[in-house]
């Protein structure tokens, strides 16, 4: 992704009116909502952010005074939105190819998703660019500064959205796995769910893992079926450890769960998938992911969120729940030939029961017990 050459205009002039409260200087997590609009970009590589302020634009000003981004004044804030886009638009710097439209109310959008835009853009660079998350576009939007001109002779109404449905132009929807580009803070309910999903930005929602599976990746049906089974599986042994006493994470196990093959079609796809869903900034889902093939384990072990999501994907055959010692017989059977499989296969089989072992013995109840209501659409233990 070449960012070097793009820029951020962050539309933070207008009033606030149905929030009640100045939604810019709102402290959101450890910042203000647009210090944090103003981080996404330049975490994202976007050196050059312009924030467009008008009413109580001093105090934006003087909350970004350490940041070094650009301000500038909308002397027509009042006329709404477009009149803050065009003075942004007006004092783009020379050389630039493009440039994001944020409004400052979306302020958990992910890093990914800016650098998802830039990366499409670089390669389709004369298309307005959209994120779409399950269906629906949202922002920001990234445009070709070629239009910069025409949106300054333009005088329709409608804002941005009547602009681009003029003409034939070229518009493009990049698919993200970031429900955040949706998320709007116009109310008080908005910003305390906002600051309730903040603190588990590191872990995707059941939307986004499905996202991320779908469209964005679109990893084979075949796949996600035995994603989703192995979630089920995966949500109902830890749940049955967590009333036994074990502290574990159950978003995480759910998460890193539905996720654990999104790189299945790829050469070492654990690995794989566990660099991917560090770029997209879930370190710790990628600590499960990576070690979902293959975890050497202690005797006596503390099953911990890694240990849980293993064993539920040594359970699930296709989608379908699987005896271990079965399931390891067939393995065996097939690359009986080769050494060096045959001692991974037997290693995994040790950790593998280890683990049911463990969670037997903490439970205090059989595995099929355990895992008697679990619907994965293939039946039961045999």
């Not at 300054?152 to 929807?173: K, Q, V």
Request: aromatic share 4%; net charge negative.
């Amino acid at each position: 992704m070449n960012a070097g050459n793009l820029s951020a205009i962050v539309l933070s002039a207008g009033f606030s009116k149905r929030m009640g409260r100045f939604k810019p200087l709102m402290q959101l997590g450890a910042t203000t909502v647009v210090e944090r609009v103003v981080d996404l970009y330049r975490t994202a590589g976007i050196d050059d952010v312009c924030v467009v302020v008008g009413y109580r634009g001093d105090e934006v000003v003087a909350a970004l005074g350490s940041s070094g981004v650009r301000c500038v004044i909308n002397p027509d804030y009042e006329k709404g939105m477009f009149s803050s886009v065009m003075a942004g638009v007006r004092a783009l710097p020379e050389g630039c190819s493009g440039f994001f439209v944020h409004p400052v109310d979306l302020p958990l959008v992910r890093t990914a998703t800016v650098k998802a835009l830039a990366e499409e853009f670089s390669t389709f660079p004369d298309a307005i660019h959209h994120p779409c998350f399950d269906g629906r576009r949202g922002h920001p939007l990234l445009l070709p500064v070629a239009l910069a001109a025409e949106l300054a002779d333009w005088r329709g109404e409608g804002g941005l959205r009547a602009f681009w449905a003029e003409g034939s132009r070229s518009m493009r929807d990049v698919p993200v796995a970031d429900q955040g580009i949706l998320l709007d803070l116009d109310t008080e309910e908005d910003y305390q769910r906002m600051a309730a999903r903040l603190e588990r930005e590191d872990i995707p929602t059941d939307r986004e893992c499905r996202a991320l599976m779908v469209q964005v990746h679109r990893m084979p049906e075949a796949v996600r079926r035995h994603c989703d089974a192995v979630a089920a599986v995966a949500i109902e042994l830890a749940s049955a450890l967590a009333r036994a006493g074990v502290s574990l994470d159950l978003d995480l196990v759910r998460s890193a769960a539905r996720v654990h093959d999104v790189a299945r079609d790829q050469p070492d796809h654990a690995a794989t998938g566990a660099r991917l869903l560090e770029d997209l900034g879930f370190p710790r889902l990628a600590s499960v992911v990576r070690v979902h093939m293959d975890l050497e384990v202690g005797p006596n072990p503390i099953p911990d969120e890694a240990a849980v999501v293993f064993l539920a994907d040594k359970l699930v055959v296709g989608h379908r729940l699987a005896d271990l010692g079965e399931r390891f017989e067939r393995k065996l059977s097939k690359y009986g030939t080769d050494p060096q499989a045959v001692a991974a296969i037997e290693r995994r089989k040790r950790s593998a029961l280890a683990i049911q072992a463990a969670v037997e013995r903490i439970t205090g109840l059989g595995i099929q017990i355990i895992l008697q209501h679990v619907d994965t659409d293939g039946g039961t233990i045999q």
